[in-house]
């Protein structure tokens, strides 16, 4: 029978020609319900730090027989459908329209689809959502302190990495053995490195340090040793003889001889 509302009628009828009818309805659904509308991950799509998803969306109009089951299949970013890291779930209940908590077994960025079961058992995954994505950061980023640049020995630049992009940081300096607070320098970030200029207004032994933070709003810190400032390089002179000039020993004769 085709999808909807159908009647049955019964009836019977005795020899004496007496008639008895009785109906009843049912409903008949053959058909998967349809794809799961506006999908969008519940916080926004942002990077976060702590391992927690849901993904929500729209129910569709039209259905003969109710909704009681969503399916979801999440997989990484750059894995097919069918992979063998990709991860599944369901969620049940009326009218479910949320895949309820999705957790990720590893950082990193995910898809996650949805797709939706009714109450006569229909449920075809080629009817999913569109993918929304899933992204998962919980380390901070990497800080390093590089190698100073003989060239210009007062500037210091600091390498930071991170898997979901670094978002801002800062290089800071304070006295030696702790001495008063941390000051924050200047500091720009180009090209996945902070830099910053040491004033030679500074006199003494100082520490630094740079914090970073990344797209999920993780900190990391790192630390760059002692510098002693005002910071110099050193100097180098080199001589030339510009003038060749002839002396004989003194009281050696001949005086234009080799030995003299």
Same mark, same amino acid.
């Not at 950082?107 to 009817?127: C, K, Q, S, Y």
């Not at 000051?183 to 100082?206: F, N």
């Not at 709003?217 to 002692?226: D, E, F, I, K, P």
């Not at 005002?230 to 002179?237: D, E, F, G, N, Y």
């Given at each position: 029978?085709?999808?909807?509302?159908?009647?049955?009628?019964?009836?019977?009828?005795?020899?004496?020609?007496?008639?008895?009818?009785?109906?009843?309805?049912?409903?008949?659904?053959?058909?998967?319900?349809?794809?799961?509308?506006?999908?969008?991950?519940?916080?926004?799509?942002?990077?976060?730090?702590?391992?927690?998803?849901?993904?929500?969306?729209?129910?569709?109009?039209?259905?003969?027989?109710?909704?009681?089951?969503?399916?979801?299949?999440?997989?990484?970013?750059? @894995?097919?459908?069918? =992979?063998? /890291?990709? %991860? +599944? $779930?369901? #969620?049940? !209940?009326?009218?479910?329209?949320?895949?309820?908590?999705?957790?990720?077994?590893?950082?990193?960025?995910?898809?996650?689809?949805?797709?939706?079961?009714?109450?006569?058992?229909?449920?075809?995954?080629?009817?999913?959502?569109?993918?929304?994505?899933?992204?998962?950061?919980?380390?901070?980023?990497?800080?390093?302190?590089?190698?100073?640049?003989?060239?210009?020995?007062? @500037?210091?630049?600091? =390498?930071? /990495?991170? %898997? +979901? $992009?670094? #978002?801002? !940081?800062?290089?800071?300096?304070?006295?030696?053995?702790?001495?008063?607070?941390?000051?924050?320098?200047?500091?720009?970030?180009?090209?996945?490195?902070?830099?910053?200029?040491?004033?030679?207004?500074?006199?003494?032994?100082?520490?630094?340090?740079?914090?970073?933070?990344?797209?999920?709003?993780?900190?990391?810190?790192?630390?760059?040793?002692?510098?002693?400032?005002?910071?110099?390089?050193?100097?180098?002179?080199?001589?030339?003889?510009?003038?060749?000039?002839?002396?004989?020993?003194?009281?050696?004769?001949?005086?234009?001889?080799?030995?003299?």
């Amino acid at each position: 029978l085709a999808d909807g509302v159908r009647r049955v009628e019964l009836s019977a009828t005795d020899a004496g020609g007496a008639r008895v009818t009785t109906t009843r309805e049912f409903a008949v659904d053959n058909t998967a319900p349809g794809e799961p509308r506006a999908a969008a991950v519940a916080g926004g799509a942002g990077w976060r730090a702590r391992n927690g998803f849901e993904l929500r969306w729209t129910n569709p109009a039209g259905q003969h027989a109710p909704i009681v089951r969503a399916h979801w299949r999440a997989c990484p970013a750059a @894995a097919p459908p069918d =992979a063998p /890291s990709c %991860l +599944s $779930g369901t #969620a049940a !209940g009326a009218g479910v329209a949320a895949s309820g908590p999705i957790e990720l077994p590893a950082p990193g960025e995910w898809d996650v689809r949805a797709w939706l079961e009714d109450a006569a058992g229909n449920a075809d995954p080629a009817t999913a959502s569109a993918p929304a994505r899933l992204r998962f950061d919980p380390d901070p980023p990497r800080v390093e302190f590089l190698p100073g640049d003989p060239q210009r020995p007062g @500037a210091v630049a600091v =390498a930071v /990495s991170d %898997l +979901s $992009g670094v #978002a801002g !940081g800062q290089i800071e300096l304070r006295g030696y053995h702790g001495r008063g607070d941390w000051r924050a320098l200047p500091t720009a970030l180009r090209g996945g490195r902070l830099h910053a200029e040491l004033s030679d207004d500074l006199d003494g032994a100082y520490e630094l340090r740079a914090r970073a933070t990344d797209g999920a709003g993780n900190a990391g810190v790192g630390y760059g040793g002692v510098r002693t400032l005002p910071v110099r390089s050193a100097t180098r002179l080199s001589g030339y003889l510009l003038v060749r000039a002839r002396r004989a020993k003194p009281g050696c004769r001949p005086a234009k001889a080799a030995r003299c």
